[in-house]
């Protein structure tokens, strides 16, 4: 699974820490996902793109696919 | 912030419970010698020992319900390793007992094994996500 996570955290000037903590996981599981080493469950996906404000597949989609952003 | 520790599930209330159940199997094993074998006694300090283990195994994975979201996950691809490879170990011991091999108790090495692979299983399978 590819995601823009990384890009949604620098846009805001975030680092992995801060992220961390409004998610409520470890730093080493931001990293994990935006590494793309760990795909989040559905809960932590769906909290990630509140917190964001955007929807989940805006920010996640299949490594073959290209995500939703700019296509509707 | 919280950082990633997975073996932070082996905390102060497992480890009490581990070694709480370890006292009881020798207790009860030790018990169970006054009895004569196949007897009422000795069935029930059996039946105890495996509901101790149980209990542990419940505590354990309250404990582990407990970690962050990747820590859990790296548990339970351990726990999955661990467990196709011990039954491989134990089954193929069983072979290997058969064509005159000294014989294992694994009522006693089981749970010790099982353990220490699962702890060397998060430690190797938490490296992936570093």
């Known amino acids: 699974m590819k995601n823009s996570v990384r890009e949604l955290r620098a846009a805001r000037n975030w680092s992995q820490g801060d992220l961390a903590e409004k998610l409520a996981v470890s730093r080493q599981t931001v990293n994990a996902i935006e590494t793309e080493k760990y795909d989040p469950s559905l809960p932590l996906a769906l909290k990630i793109a509140r917190l964001f404000s955007v929807r989940v597949e805006e920010i996640f989609w299949p490594a073959e696919a290209k995500a939703l952003k700019g296509r509707d | ?130």
């Open chain 2, 1 to 130: 912030m919280r950082t990633i520790k997975p073996l932070r599930c082996f905390d102060t209330r497992v480890i009490v419970a581990a070694l709480g159940v370890a006292a009881w199997l020798i207790a009860s094993a030790w018990l169970s010698r006054l009895f004569p074998p196949a007897s009422t006694a000795r069935v029930l300090l059996a039946l105890g020992q495996v509901g101790a283990v149980a209990a542990l195994v419940l505590v354990i994975r309250r404990s582990i319900t407990r970690l962050d979201e990747l820590a859990q996950h790296i548990h339970y691809q351990a726990l999955a390793v661990v467990a196709a490879v011990m039954v491989t170990a134990i089954a193929g011991w069983a072979f290997l007992e058969r064509a005159g091999m000294p014989r294992i108790d694994w009522s006693v090495y089981a749970a010790p094994a099982f353990t220490l692979a699962w702890a060397v299983g998060v430690m190797w399978i938490a490296r992936r996500y570093e």
